[in-house]
């Protein structure tokens, strides 16, 4: 699953990776968590940015799912781009389930439409083209190893998006 982080505040001058949830946001991160819930989807690894917002977005959903997983903070879905997101999940443990990727725009929509392989669900598809919304999730099929991701087919299935 591919996360984009929650609705966050204005920068206010200060340093870009340091803006926090709004409120807003804090109510994206439960009806999201509401909804994949509802589909019995939770993450086994939790792969998220070093930005604030990207961090309290996994902390805001794994509280209100009660997810119990440990996240693994990276630099490179906050300063990478689509092949450092990929890279990332190909360094998964290859025993994971399901892994989530809390990261940012352009990459996650970037990210899932590369892997929107034959098959994929088409109105998926056009969603992400246009990118996603704060809190959207890009629900993606791999079937092989996950060091194959991005490099053997995979399917995007699925798109959330919270209306908050």
């Not at 949830?21 to 909804?35: A, F, K, P, T």
């Not at 190909?90 to 399901?98: C, F, I, K, L, N």
């Not at 590369?114 to 998926?124: C, E, M, N, Q, V």
Request: charged letters at 20%.
């Amino acid at each position: 699953m591919l996360v984009r982080h929650a609705k966050a505040g204005g920068g206010d001058g200060g340093n870009d990776q340091d803006r926090q949830l709004s409120e807003i946001g804090y109510e994206q991160c439960r009806i999201v968590s509401r909804e994949l819930s509802s589909f019995g989807l939770a993450p086994s690894t939790a792969l998220v940015s070093k930005a604030r917002r990207a961090k309290q977005t996994f902390n805001a959903m794994a509280a209100a799912a009660q997810w119990a997983v440990e996240p693994i903070i990276l630099d490179a879905l906050y300063t990478g781009y689509v092949e450092d997101a990929l890279a990332a999940i190909r360094e998964v443990d290859p025993q994971a389930g399901t892994v989530m990727v809390f990261g940012h725009e352009p990459t996650m929509s970037a990210v899932a439409y590369k892997l929107a392989g034959p098959g994929s669900d088409p109105h998926a598809v056009a969603r992400v083209r246009r990118g996603l919304p704060t809190t959207g999730v890009a629900v993606v099929q791999v079937d092989g190893p996950w060091e194959s991701v991005g490099l053997e087919p995979t399917k995007l299935r699925w798109v959330f998006t919270p209306l908050a």
